[in-house]
């Protein structure tokens, strides 16, 4: 006889972390995630239900399948993933596990979550980041985005933090990571989706669009130049 697991019922979705990329969608109108692993060819909102990677009718997860969503019970595990060279551009999610769930020692596979909220680590340069720029990947219909600062930004096709958390909907909450700093070592606060930003968002903002108005400037003056040099010759 095969001994089975009781059943959990918890009072409230259990909660969990993972890791992957900001993604945006081809039309720049809804933002999303894709995982590093597997499922990472299927893009997901943040608030989704998982489909099986093979194709399979199965509901899942299955016991006899790998599909579904993962992610495990401890911050610092999932934050250890991004020291990796090839997970360094991906951001730190927290989740909520909802509907059915395998619990294993290290995490849950699982049929449908909510992501509450994501960690952007800093700039490829090392400044804190303000923004999510156009990764130079993607999928099908999607683009990979990656964490820049303000002066990294103007060049690139990009989309503010509280940009993307309003794309991206469901009170998703997008957190700055400290300049220097793992995705997962950011402070509390952060880009909160709605008309109510506070301090820190307004910032973020003002410097990508300050950044931005240097380069043009910065253009214009190069373009003038350009000019005087024509008629002078």
Known sequence: MRLRLPAERPAEPPTGYKIAHPMLSGDGTRAGFTGVSLGGALPYGVLDDASCVYGRR???PARLCDCGF???HERETAEAL???AEHRAAVLLEVSVLGAYIRFE???RYARQRV??????PCACGAPAVALADAGWGRPGWRALTAVCGGCAPTRTSVSLAGFARLA???LRVIAGRAGAPA???PPGGAVPGEGFGVPELVAEAALLQARLDWFQSR??????????????
């Open 220 to 233: 214009l003056a190069r373009l003038g130049e350009c000019e005087e040099r024509g008629e002078q010759g």
């Open 106 to 108: 290290r995490g849950f």
């Open 70 to 72: 993962h992610c495990v």
């Open 82 to 84: 991004l020291c990796t």
């Open 116 to 121: 509450r909220t994501a960690t952007v680590g």
């Open 184 to 186: 997962g070592g950011a």
């Open 169 to 171: 909907g469901e009170r």
């Open 58 to 60: 199965h509901r899942p």
